[in-house]
């Protein structure tokens, strides 16, 4: 079976002998595709409406200072968690910050 | 030159705009592509402070951007590294570029009462393709 799909270089290079570092889209890579985004403004737990534990990101936004950090800060005394399981994205927030979760499609659990 | 590539505009958009955030595809931008992804268990000693670190080879040659969950084996949560967790007891996970061919993912508890025995501990990684020294845009 011959191979197929979608394949586009990067400006100046051939697509037929580009490295994959040199490719701005392949879809014999996997991508990372968003499935919603979920803001808390106090701690607490929200559905995410998946079978399975979606991976995710997030980042915490200090509502005094405007300023937006990734992930856990306790070094800067932002302190924000946020987990997910197969059901539920839970977050734990401090006063004065907001969290902003990116769930993606992709399954944590394979 | 003449434009090429592809441009598909969100579900949620009706005409097509200038921004490239109306895109759900858009070509004039490097994606993020997925080189490699896994899952792995490591065992925390019960009973005693432990650490298990685990090393990653992806082979590319530079440090790519990744990213790595780790699921907390008592409530089945998952949190994203760098993290400090506590359920029952304090997981910690700490990552990191060994080298330019290796990352490495650190996982550890921090007081000796927990955990009681030894306990499996899930993680997942993605390391992806992007982005490359000098690969965007020079």
């Not at chain 2, 790519?64 to 998952?78: A, G, I, L, Q, Y």
């Not at chain 2, 910690?92 to 508890?109: A, F, K, L, M, R």
Request: with cysteine.
């Amino acid at each position: 079976m011959s191979k197929y799909g979608i394949k586009i270089s990067r400006p100046g290079y051939d697509v037929d002998s580009a490295t994959d570092d040199n490719l701005i889209y392949s879809s014999e890579f996997n991508t990372p595709k968003i499935f919603r985004r979920i803001k808390f403004t106090s701690s607490g737990s929200q559905a995410h409406g998946l079978t399975y534990p979606p991976d995710f990101d997030y980042y915490v936004k200090n509502t005094t200072s405007g300023r937006t950090r990734r992930g856990q800060n306790y070094y800067f005394g932002w302190p924000a968690t946020v987990q997910v399981d197969s059901t539920n994205v839970y977050a734990t927030v401090s006063s004065g910050v907001e969290i902003y979760v990116t769930l993606f499609t992709n399954p944590l659990n394979e | 030159m003449s434009e090429w590539g592809i441009q598909a505009l969100r579900g949620d958009k009706t005409s097509p705009g200038t921004a490239v955030k109306d895109f759900s595809i858009d070509t004039r931008y490097n994606t993020l592509k997925i080189a490699l992804e896994g899952t792995g268990t490591v065992t925390l000693t019960g009973g005693s402070v432990s650490q298990v670190d685990t090393q990653v080879t992806h082979s590319l040659g530079y440090k790519p951007f990744f990213t790595v969950k780790v699921e907390h084996p008592d409530n089945s949560r998952w949190s994203m590294a760098p993290f400090k967790y506590t359920s029952t007891w304090e997981l910690n996970c700490g990552v990191n570029h060994q080298d330019s061919d290796t990352i490495e993912i650190q996982i550890y508890d921090s007081v000796s009462s927990f955990p009681v025995v030894d306990t499996d501990v899930s993680y997942k990684y993605v390391i992806y393709i992007d982005p490359r020294k000098d690969a965007w845009f020079e």
